[in-house]
T-cell receptor, first 115, second 114 residues
Framework: DAGVTQSPTHLIKTRGQQVTLRCSPK?????VSWYQQALGQGPQFIFQ???????QRGNFPDRFSGHQYPNYSSELNVNALLLGDSALYLC??????????????FGPGTRLTVL | AQSVTQLGSHVSVSEGALVLLRCNYS??????LFWYVQYPNQGLQLLLK??????LVKGINGFEAEFKKSETSFHLTKPSAHMSDAAEYFC????????????FGKGTTLSVSS
């Protein structure tokens, strides 16, 4: 059973460019969340997608946008890249089951470097 | 609003010694609390979580944590450290049991010496 997968593993961009990161959730999961982890910091919640809609959003500017496809995979798009966007971007998946408990699983992340 | 404070950015112990990683939280609603571990160049792995019920929670790799509402704490412990425990540990809080939209602390690096 494949876990959460992310692509690419590493990415180098220059300021002002746009980037797309991809995530495939763990089999059976329907909810995807994205986090940004700057060097030496804890992850920060960007947003969560369920049923192809953004359900929750953290304190991130509109330059950060996402998409979820019918197969539950997801993309994170960042426009007008800034040096401060350099970070490890983590994708996490879970199963939305109302009030029942499920565990969120994290992928290995995509390391984005902005020059 | 919720927040997490991890006391001590770096903890060093000897192999076989007690591991204690401290976490305090702030939450306006009943919290759901989590500990994650991150090995170098890897994603996060769930160690344990507190949702409801028993306040002493046992996790993987011999770790456990106790939810103390009066102290707003959720400290992580392990009786005997192993070299393989060296990693970054994150405490996190969520408003839901699945642990989505997590608020993380800044992390504690655990070093284990022989």
């Amino acid at each position: 059973d494949a876990g959460v997968t992310q692509s690419p593993t590493h990415l180098i961009k220059t300021r002002g460019q746009q980037v797309t990161l991809r995530c495939s959730p763990k089999s059976g999961h329907d909810t995807v969340s994205w986090y940004q982890q700057a060097l030496g910091q804890g992850p920060q919640f960007i947003f969560q997608y369920y049923e192809e809609e953004e359900r929750q959003r953290g304190n991130f500017p509109d330059r950060f946008s996402g998409h979820q496809y019918p197969n539950y995979s997801s993309e994170l798009n960042v426009n007008a890249l800034l040096l401060g966007d350099s970070a490890l971007y983590l994708c996490a998946s879970s199963l939305m089951t109302g009030s029942s408990t499920d565990t969120q699983y994290f992928g290995p992340g995509t390391r984005l470097t902005v020059l | 609003a919720q927040s997490v404070t991890q006391l001590g950015s770096h903890v060093s112990v000897s192999e076989g010694a007690l591991v204690l990683l401290r976490c305090n939280y702030s939450s306006s609603v009943p919290p759901y609390l989590f500990w994650y571990v991150q090995y170098p160049n890897q994603g996060l792995q769930l160690l344990l979580k507190y949702t409801t019920g028993a306040t002493l929670v046992k996790g993987i790799n011999g770790f456990e944590a106790e939810f103390k509402k009066s102290e707003t704490s959720f400290h992580l412990t392990k009786p005997s450290a192993h070299m393989s425990d060296a990693a970054e540990y994150f405490c996190a809080v969520s408003t839901n049991q699945a642990g989505t939209a997590l608020i993380f602390g800044k992390g504690t690096t655990l070093s284990v010496s022989s």
